[in-house]
């Protein structure tokens, strides 16, 4: 008797996971699936869900800089409340934050958006000129209050750099044992560096590779400037012509130098800034310069709500494309 054979369909994506997000997971090839998951998870969720876009709502400035500091501009923010809702309600893909802002709200928004617990933090009641973060939290903790992922910062350029780099290691295995993604804060910083250095495009560069081959999944760096510190490094962008003069052509840099793009790059906000057309700027070339996105503290919860949430309603929207 003859068989009938059928055509087996090519796997395509689901109505649920795009193209460009099954395409960002395939990058991912060492991860087990529960770190995939919760990858999906963030690029899955929210009004850029699906797009490859992220924009996350952090809030660790209050025990990076202090409560007053961070929050008496729009004194709702002392409520940890607060900031799940701004999260919730502006359509984040994620909502960051160190261990007791999480703990205090978690339950009541269980399931609403993924979280992203920050496990070492840093205060400026001893500020010092080669930071070593403290490590607070643990991927138990990130495990039984539901986030998908463990935050961390690194500080390439302190003198306890290496510090940092082996606290990541260890981090980094556990959270991914346990099917956790990770996120790493990379900000050089320390005596070694100059303050403009900090911003510098070859060392932003190299802060974005150091996350890369720490293992991070998303990397959060600050937007670079068209300075260039290193002087070895400055003889080779100079007799290479990396292109510089934008940045949109700067954000292009630092993204490739995360394994030519195939690590999600994301931009800090920076300080509060009091223009929001100023925002959108670096918006714009964040997206034109093929970055993945920007995690935005300041510049959202120390606007008035109905305020934040317009600003955060622009600035997904030119993600999107749907503003130029």
Known sequence: MATVETAVA?????????????????????????????????????????????????????????????????????????????????????????LGFIEAAAARHAGEIPLILKMNNHDVLHDENDPLPAVTASARDALRLGCVAIGFTIYPGSAHAQTMYQQLRAAAEEAKAHGLAVVVWSYPRGSSLSKEGETALDVAAYAAQIAAQLGAHVIKVKLPSEHLEQAAAKKVYE??????????????????????????????????????EAVFDEIRAIRDGGGFGSIIGRNSFQRPKEHALRFLETVMKIYSGEVK
């Open 10 to 98: 090519p796997r395509t994506p689901s109505a649920h996971m795009t193209k460009r997000v099954a395409e960002i997971l395939s990058w991912y090839e060492s991860d087990n699936p529960g770190t995939k998951t919760n990858i999906a998870r963030l690029l899955n969720h929210g009004y850029l869900a699906g797009t490859g876009k992220l924009v996350i709502l952090p809030v660790d400035q209050g025990f990076e800089h202090g409560p007053a500091r961070s929050f008496a501009a729009n004194p709702g923010g002392y409520d940890p409340n607060y900031h799940f809702e701004l999260a919730i309600e502006a359509g984040c893909n994620a909502y960051a934050a160190p």
């Open 239 to 276: 007799s290479v012509n990396v292109p510089r003069a934008t940045l949109a052509e700067r954000v292009r840099h630092v993204t490739q130098s995360a394994f030519d793009g195939h690590r999600i790059v994301i931009f800090s906000g920076g300080a509060k800034k009091e223009s929001d």
